[in-house]
């Protein structure tokens, strides 16, 4: 399994990235797609997850600000960060885990940095 994430890096507070995850090695359609994110000297955290047949959930921190998608064509899940805060500066990771398991696999991750 290959989870390739890209897109991060420097913006405004206020500004957009859009984040996408290129998954490799799995039968992508049945996997629930989602991202994380670590912050300097913090726990990784739940940011959005969109499962094997598109339903959405958010965390609390980002709802209304961040999108998650997915394009089975593709084998890419993406996330849209809109009106980015500094507080959402982290590196984020791309996570795959298929509907029938709780197995998880994830990418190497990609650095946003929020700043004012």
């Known amino acids: 399994v290959q989870l390739q994430a890209s897109g991060g890096g420097l913006v405004q507070a206020g500004g957009s990235l859009r984040l996408s995850c290129a998954a490799s090695g799995i039968t992508f359609s049945v996997h629930h797609m989602a991202w994380y994110r670590q912050a300097p000297g913090k726990q990784r955290e739940f940011v959005a997850r969109i499962t094997f047949k598109s339903a959405t959930t958010y965390a609390d921190s980002v709802k209304g600000r961040f999108t998650i998608s997915r394009d089975n064509a593709k084998n890419t899940v993406y996330l849209q960060m809109d009106r980015l805060k500094l507080e959402d500066t982290a590196v984020y990771y791309c996570?795959?885990?298929?509907?029938?398991?709780?197995?998880?696999?994830w990418g190497q991750g990609t650095l946003v940095t929020v700043s004012s």
């Open positions: 996570n795959a885990r298929p509907y029938y398991t709780t197995t998880d696999s």
